[in-house]
């Protein structure tokens, strides 16, 4: 009985996840800029973040507007921007980690469909395959 409830608890943090990473009918955010920018499905999902110096870090983007901002989740950081990042917003060319107040904190620009590069910096991002 008790690897029942446990394992229908597995399921249910994984939908749950599920949810928060892909979002139900996306809504635009009072954050993101007007105009055009790019899909908010072609950023949000799950990142691996590296560093110039090697520093890596592991960002979750989410495809869900929360109190008008869509979250950021960094996990295992070694990386102190991305650590103090708390939401994102899409851009014309990426996209922007943004801080508790709002503030830019990294701007990436797409360089391939699962690849994004630090307007400044030399960070790379890439998909990071859930496990």
Same mark, same amino acid.
């Not at 446990?6 to 249910?12: E, N, P, T, V, Y």
């Not at 590296?50 to 989410?62: E, N, Y």
């Not at 008008?68 to 950021?72: K, L």
């Given at each position: 009985m008790r690897?029942?409830?446990?394992?229908?608890?597995?399921?249910?943090?994984? $939908?749950? @996840? $599920?949810i928060l990473m892909t979002g139900c009918a996306p809504s635009p955010s009072a954050s993101e800029p007007q105009g055009q920018v790019l899909a908010v499905e072609q950023v949000a999902g799950?990142?691996?973040l590296?560093?110039?110096? @090697?520093?890596?870090?592991?960002?979750?983007?989410?495809?869900?507007?929360i109190d008008?901002?869509?979250?950021?989740l960094a996990e295992s950081c070694a990386i102190p921007d991305a650590a103090k990042a708390r939401s994102w917003r899409a851009t014309a060319t990426g996209f922007e980690l943004l801080d508790a107040a709002g503030?830019?904190?990294?701007?990436f620009r797409r360089t391939g469909e699962d690849a994004f590069e630090a307007v400044d910096g030399g960070?790379?991002?890439?998909?990071?395959?859930l496990s």
């Open positions: 690897r029942h409830a446990r394992d229908h608890a597995r399921i249910l943090a994984v $939908a749950v @996840g $599920a799950h990142w691996s590296r560093a110039p110096d @090697g520093a890596r870090c592991t960002v979750s983007l989410a495809n869900l507007v008008g901002v869509r979250p950021v503030s830019v904190l990294m701007a960070y790379i991002l890439r998909r990071a395959p």
